[in-house]
Structure formats: C-alpha cells, structure tokens
C-alpha cells in the first residue's frame, strides 16, 4: 500500500513526462531536436504505474516511444534531453537519441526502433535473474504494434514454459503508427493471446495511475515468487500523432481524442483523486507542477550548453 | 570433401600425438568454458539431450544439467533475442541455431539488436554472446540446409565472425569468442565435424584477427576459408608437383580481419586466388579480392582471381550440387592460368 508522499509522487513523475514531452514538441519544431520524435502524451500513467512496482535493480525494455519508461525508471531529465539533442553528456553519448536511450544503471535495457524487438531480450534478462539466482524480475513494454509481431508470441511461449520472471505490459494506445488496432488484430479479447500461453492476464485501465500500480505490483510479486510472466494490457491514448509529424491525423476523429483527453486524462484523474482523498490540495499539485517545469526548462538548457560528442568518437563503441 | 585428411603442415604446437574430430574439439571449448567461467550456458534446438543433430553438445548436458543446457523451442529469433537478453544482464550464452540457413531467422535480433547496443548505448551496454551456426553444401540437403550465408553477418559493424577449418583453430577461436566481449557468430562447416586433427592437451586460446599461413609458398597466393582451405592444400600440394609452390592462407576470422597477412603475401608471391564457399557475388571472396588489390596492387602480375559457390540455389541431385561447389580441380585450374601455364 502507498502512502501519501508516494501518491504525489506517482503525480510528479507524470506531470514530469508530460512537461517533457511537450518541451520535446516545442524542440523538435523549433528544428533544435533532430530525428524523429515519438511522444507519449496521454499515455503517463502507465510507465509511472508500472515502474513504481519495480525495484532499481529489476529490468525494464522499452519503445521507440519510450521517454516516459525511461524517465519513470528514474533517468534524468538533463541528460535524455542532451541525448534526444545528439549532445556528448546524452545518457549514449549522443550516438542513440530518441529511440534508443539505455541506462544499465537504472535496468533500463534499452528503447527500441524495431516495434516487439526487445520482447525476447526481456525474456533473456528474466532468464539470467533466474540462472543468477537474484529475485529480479523484467517488464517488456510494447505497444499494441507488436501484439502481431511473431517474436512477441515465440517469447512469451518460452517465458512461460520457463516460469521467467518478465511481465509483458501492453500499452495499447489504439493506434500502430496510422493504423486502428482493431482493424489489423483478430479476436476481440487480447488477453486471450496471453491465456492462451496459460499466462495470467489482465486488462487494465491505463489512465489510472493506480491501477496500473496495483495490476503491476501483483504481477512482480508473481514473477518473483517464482511464479512466471504476467500480460497486463493497458488501455491508453497517445494523445497526439504517431510522431511530432503526423499531425493530421486522418485515422481518426477529433472527437474521439476530445474525449479521451477532457473525460480520460490521467493526470487529471489522478489530481481529482489526491484532492478528494486529501493527500494533497491544489495549491500543493501546482506546486508540483511548477517544480517539473523549472526542472525541464534546467534540462533544456543544460542539454544546449552540452557539446556534440568529438569527431573521433564515431568509431568508437563498435566493438566493447 | 567427405575424404578430407588433415595435413601435417596444418600443426602448430606440439600436440602429443593426440587427435580430436571438428566436433570433438569444438565439445572440449565448450566444456573448458563451462567449467571456467559459471556464466557461460548453451541454448538451442536440441542441444540438451539429443546432443545436437550434428552431435557436437553430446555429453555436455550430462555434466552441466539442464540449466545450463537448454533445450529450447523452435523458434530462433526468440532464441537470440533470450540470448542476447541474457547477455547483457551478466551472463554469457552459446546459442546454437542449427543450420546456417535458419540464421536468417535471427537477423534483426542479431543485427539490430545484439550489434548495435554497445555502440547505440555509447558503450554501456556489451552483449557478450556466441552464436555457432553451421555452413557447406555436399550433404545432399538441398536449398535450405547448405547455404554458406558467412558474408550476411560479415557486412555489420558490430558482429565479429569466425570461421575456423581445423579442429586445432575450432577449439581455440571458440574460446576466444566465448571470452569477447562483442556479440560473435562461428560457422562450422558441417562437412568438416567428422574432420580428425591434432589438438593438443591443456588450455591455449587463439586470438580473433589472426591470419595462419597453412603452408608457406612463393609463387601464388591462395587464401581460402573453413572447408576450402583443404582443397586449396590438395590443390596446393598437385601444383607442387608441377614446380609451383603456393600459399595458403586462412584468414580464421571474418571480423576483425588480419589483412596485413593477406597483403604481405600477396606482394610475396605477385598473384593471388581466393576461394570460399559462399555466394560469389557481393561475397567473402569479392572483399578479399578488394582488401588484396587495395593493399598490394603494384605488386601483382595479374588480376586477383576468386572462386565460390555458384550464384544459385543448392541443388539437391547431387551431380547438381556438386557442381556447384568449389574443388580442388578449379583451384589448380584457376591457379595455373594465373600463372600463365595452361
């Protein structure tokens, strides 16, 4: 059970990734951010939910869309805003950017380009905790994307065979890239893909911050008692497009985004709960807010005053 | 090839007489490794039990238990990427993925991911992890058992590759690959596990980017790789006959490449030959070819000249496949007319 300091920070954490992306928006339009930016605005509540059941030491894989997996694994904010900018202080030096931040210090294994492409590698970190004999365990995110990506299923076949400790947490925000979900995954119930594997698995609303922690904290307990993987499919909404550079949006309605953001938001949800449970007022949430936006705008400027990595270095880290 | 004899000229240490088969010394690395270091572990299809369809792990899940022997499922991308994972917690894996052909399975498991996170992380995260993978037509299996698909993974920064042809090279390359720290691929020739060769007692290693001389020549040059470097010292051996001594040298290692050894020779000996059992076009041997003429050009008398697998499907019929194969004939063939004698 959390108590009230963890309540507001679940809070912080997610109006921390949300100012971050939003500064990612403005960066990358103000053609200061190189590359290609994939936000994870709407989508808060579940890297936050779900990392606050981990451990520093437990793993975590993440996405192409993965800035806020890495921040609520407890990156920095300086030193991923230095790496979406190529700068030499980045958590890579530079040489990863957006879609690849990793940071063995925190578990973080890596963000992915390739969408399900780090669903076997978690598998394998649950299989070393196993073999090493420490209790940590891993969560794989992905996306509803790699639900049909067939190493997805090879994996979490053997996870289960093997009893790993990795819990395969979907975040199903509706839409791979430009396509709906539900127009390219056949059966109506995902779960049923992880049940299939006699995988315990769940839905869970993913724009409550705690049910996403209660959902996770019973997986991680089941896989480090030695119980195996667990599938959590969290239903969420990014709530702008695929990258910063899809803003039209054909795909879908704007109604259909009006009501996730004013009926759904999850960080509204969750003010409006720490409110009427008297955790907090709101004079003390704006309070966090405003911490989060000063702590941004340090990032961006420490990121800007970084330098690009030295020439000599693009040869350097092929081989370790 | 099924005739291969290993030569004495192919002895490097004292050996104390005894000989291992290809598998035998690979299964001796593996189980060296094993009692050495409590991280490395074997997966792959039938590694455990069975001892592999080739019978190279045979015995090695006796020892080691099944934790350390896993018999996995047929599904090779999710083998690599389990590797791999293992890999960059702490451990250090040997996947097996049976046939070469089947790599193609785990390309952007072992492209994307194992390749590139040392470099993508800025050098935080390191993949320590073998994959051993089979190459070589003539065992009458036709399109999708026999493929030497060596120059695939040959091409991408961040894999090193290993392609021994003597027991003696097997057991030490591997060693070395099991203690690197970058992800590496070995392909055995699957012809040559039955190959018998001097490995001696006790522990030595051979490092990865280290050319050998097979026998040393000064008028022609041949550098062949795994199962061609046989032929190219029967071939060899047949020019000797006519006056002609030749070269040979295996490269041992794809990446990193010991091309300072191929170029010296070649400025030796003012020609040279190169010959592999991969696809000829964009292959091992076109880059050999290209490291050689870059290095040594004003050295040469006359065009370095390859020969690989013919740029088709393996056939099953076996006059069909045969054909397609590098021989020993070719060699002394290609090598005569490189000389001037025909």
């Given at each position: 059970?959390?108590?009230?300091?963890?309540?507001?920070?679940?809070?912080?954490?997610?109006?921390?990734?949300?100012?971050?992306?939003?500064?990612?928006?403005?960066?990358?339009?103000?053609?200061?951010?190189?590359?290609?930016?994939?936000?994870?605005?709407?989508?808060?509540?579940?890297?936050?939910?779900?990392?606050?059941?981990?451990?520093?030491?437990?793993?975590?894989?993440?996405?192409?869309?993965?800035?806020?997996?890495?921040?609520?694994?407890?990156?920095?904010?300086?030193?991923?805003?230095?790496?979406?900018?190529?700068?030499?202080?980045?958590?890579?030096?530079?040489?990863?950017?957006?879609?690849?931040?990793?940071?063995?210090?925190?578990?973080?294994?890596?963000?992915?380009?390739?969408?399900?492409?780090?669903?076997?590698?978690?598998?394998?970190?649950?299989l070393s905790?196993k073999m090493r004999g420490?209790?940590?365990?891993?969560?794989?995110?992905?996306?509803?994307?790699?639900?049909?990506?067939?190493?997805?299923?090879?994996?979490?076949?053997m996870?289960?065979s093997w009893k790993?400790?990795?819990?395969?947490?979907?975040?199903?925000?509706?839409?791979?890239?430009?396509?709906?979900?539900?127009?390219?995954?056949?059966?109506?119930?995902?779960?049923?893909?992880?049940?299939?594997?006699?995988?315990?698995?769940?839905?869970?609303?993913?724009?409550?911050?705690?049910?996403?922690?209660?959902?996770?904290?019973?997986?991680?307990?089941?896989?480090?008692?030695?119980?195996?993987?667990?599938?959590?499919?969290?239903?969420?909404?990014?709530?702008?497009?695929?990258?910063?550079?899809?803003?039209?949006?054909?795909?879908?309605?704007?109604?259909?985004?009006?009501?996730?953001?004013?009926?759904?938001?999850?960080?509204?949800?969750?003010?409006?709960?720490?409110?009427?449970?008297?955790?907090?007022?709101?004079?003390?949430?704006?309070?966090?807010?405003?911490?989060?936006?000063?702590?941004?705008?340090?990032?961006?400027?420490?990121?800007?005053?970084?330098?690009?990595?030295?020439?000599?270095?693009?040869?350097?880290?092929?081989?370790? | 090839?099924?005739?291969?004899?290993?030569?004495?000229?192919?002895?490097?240490?004292?050996?104390?007489?005894r000989e291992l088969t290809f598998a035998e010394a690979i299964r001796e690395a593996l189980a060296e490794e094993m009692r050495r270091d409590p991280r490395v572990f074997l997966m792959g299809e039938d590694v455990g039990g069975a001892g592999g369809v080739f019978k190279v792990t045979e015995g090695i899940q006796a020892e080691f238990t099944p934790k350390r022997v896993i018999d996995t499922p047929i599904?090779?991308?999710?083998i690599?990427?389990i590797a791999?994972?293992a890999?960059?917690?702490?451990m250090r894996p040997v996947l097996e993925i049976m046939?070469?052909?089947?790599?193609?399975?785990?390309?952007?498991?072992?492209?994307?991911?194992?390749?590139?996170?040392?470099?993508?992380?800025?050098?935080?995260?390191?993949?320590?992890m073998v994959l051993r993978t089979t190459?070589?037509?003539?065992?009458?299996?036709?399109?999708?058992?026999?493929?030497?698909?060596?120059?695939?993974?040959?091409?991408?920064?961040?894999?090193?590759?290993?392609?021994?042809?003597?027991p003696?090279?097997a057991k030490?390359?591997l060693k070395?690959a099991i203690?690197?720290?970058?992800?590496?691929?070995i392909?055995e020739?699957k012809?040559?596990y039955k190959?018998k060769?001097?490995v001696?007692e006790g522990e030595?290693?051979?490092?990865?980017?280290?050319?050998?001389?097979?026998?040393?020549?000064?008028?022609?040059?041949?550098?062949?790789?795994?199962?061609?470097?046989?032929?190219?010292?029967?071939?060899?051996?047949?020019?000797?006959?006519?006056?002609?001594?030749?070269?040979?040298?295996?490269?041992?290692?794809?990446?990193?490449?010991?091309?300072?050894?191929?170029?010296?020779?070649?400025?030796?000996?003012?020609?040279?030959?190169?010959?592999?059992?991969?696809?000829?076009?964009?292959?091992?041997?076109?880059?050999?070819?290209?490291?050689?003429?870059?290095?040594?050009?004003?050295?040469?008398?006359?065009?370095?000249?390859?020969?690989?697998?013919?740029?088709?499907?393996?056939?099953?019929?076996?006059?069909?496949?045969?054909?397609?194969?590098?021989?020993?004939?070719?060699?002394?063939?290609?090598?005569?007319?490189?000389?001037?004698?025909?």
């Amino acid at each position: 059970m959390l108590n009230t300091d963890q309540f507001i920070e679940l809070y912080r954490q997610m109006v921390t990734i949300r100012r971050f992306e939003e500064a990612v928006w403005e960066l990358y339009t103000a053609a200061i951010m190189p590359g290609l930016a994939h936000l994870s605005i709407g989508q808060e509540a579940v890297p936050v939910g779900a990392c606050a059941a981990l451990r520093r030491d437990d793993y975590i894989t993440s996405t192409h869309r993965g800035h806020g997996h890495c921040l609520a694994k407890g990156a920095r904010i300086d030193r991923m805003f230095a790496e979406l900018l190529g700068k030499v202080d980045g958590y890579c030096r530079g040489k990863g950017g957006s879609m690849h931040i990793a940071d063995q210090d925190m578990g973080n294994l890596g963000a992915n380009g390739i969408v399900g492409g780090s669903a076997a590698i978690a598998a394998g970190a649950g299989l070393s905790a196993k073999m090493r004999g420490t209790d940590q365990v891993v969560i794989s995110f992905f996306g509803d994307g790699a639900l049909n990506q067939g190493l997805l299923l090879e994996s979490m076949n053997m996870a289960a065979s093997w009893k790993l400790p990795a819990i395969y947490l979907c975040e199903n925000n509706q839409y791979g890239e430009y396509t709906p979900m539900v127009s390219v995954t056949a059966g109506a119930d995902i779960t049923a893909r992880g049940r299939a594997f006699g995988i315990p698995s769940f839905t869970v609303d993913g724009q409550d911050v705690l049910a996403v922690h209660a959902c996770a904290s019973e997986a991680v307990a089941r896989a480090r008692a030695g119980d195996g993987p667990t599938f959590l499919v969290c239903n969420t909404y990014r709530y702008r497009g695929h990258h910063v550079g899809d803003q039209l949006r054909a795909y879908r309605t704007r109604e259909e985004e009006k009501e996730w953001e004013e009926q759904r938001d999850p960080i509204a949800g969750h003010a409006e709960w720490l409110i009427s449970h008297n955790h907090a007022t709101p004079a003390d949430l704006e309070r966090v807010d405003a911490d989060a936006r000063r702590e941004i705008q340090e990032g961006i400027e420490f990121a800007k005053a970084s330098p690009f990595p030295p020439l000599e270095e693009v040869t350097e880290h092929v081989y370790a | 090839m099924s005739t291969l004899e290993p030569r004495p000229d192919e002895l490097h240490a004292a050996v104390n007489g005894r000989e291992l088969t290809f598998a035998e010394a690979i299964r001796e690395a593996l189980a060296e490794e094993m009692r050495r270091d409590p991280r490395v572990f074997l997966m792959g299809e039938d590694v455990g039990g069975a001892g592999g369809v080739f019978k190279v792990t045979e015995g090695i899940q006796a020892e080691f238990t099944p934790k350390r022997v896993i018999d996995t499922p047929i599904s090779e991308a999710g083998i690599a990427g389990i590797a791999i994972g293992a890999a960059l917690t702490g451990m250090r894996p040997v996947l097996e993925i049976m046939f070469g052909d089947f790599t193609t399975l785990v390309m952007d498991q072992m492209v994307n991911q194992a390749a590139k996170a040392y470099y993508m992380s800025g050098g935080k995260l390191s993949v320590p992890m073998v994959l051993r993978t089979t190459m070589g037509a003539g065992r009458r299996s036709a399109a999708q058992h026999s493929q030497s698909l060596h120059a695939w993974t040959s091409h991408i920064p961040g894999l090193k590759v290993v392609i021994p042809s003597t027991p003696y090279d097997a057991k030490g390359l591997l060693k070395s690959a099991i203690r690197d720290n970058s992800p590496v691929i070995i392909f055995e020739d699957k012809m040559m596990y039955k190959l018998k060769g001097p490995v001696p007692e006790g522990e030595y290693t051979i490092p990865l980017g280290l050319a050998d001389v097979k026998r040393e020549g000064q008028d022609i040059t041949i550098v062949a790789t795994s199962s061609m470097v046989h032929i190219a010292l029967s071939a060899a051996e047949r020019l000797s006959e006519q006056g002609i001594s030749a070269e040979v040298i295996d490269p041992r290692t794809l990446f990193p490449l010991d091309a300072q050894t191929l170029i010296s020779s070649a400025k030796k000996t003012s020609r040279a030959l190169i010959v592999d059992e991969g696809y000829r076009r964009y292959g091992i041997t076109g880059e050999l070819a290209s490291v050689i003429t870059e290095g040594a050009f004003y050295y040469l008398d006359a065009p370095v000249r390859r020969i690989a697998a013919f740029d088709v499907p393996v056939p099953f019929s076996p006059p069909l496949e045969d054909a397609t194969i590098p021989n020993e004939e070719l060699v002394v063939k290609t090598a005569l007319e490189l000389l001037g004698r025909r």
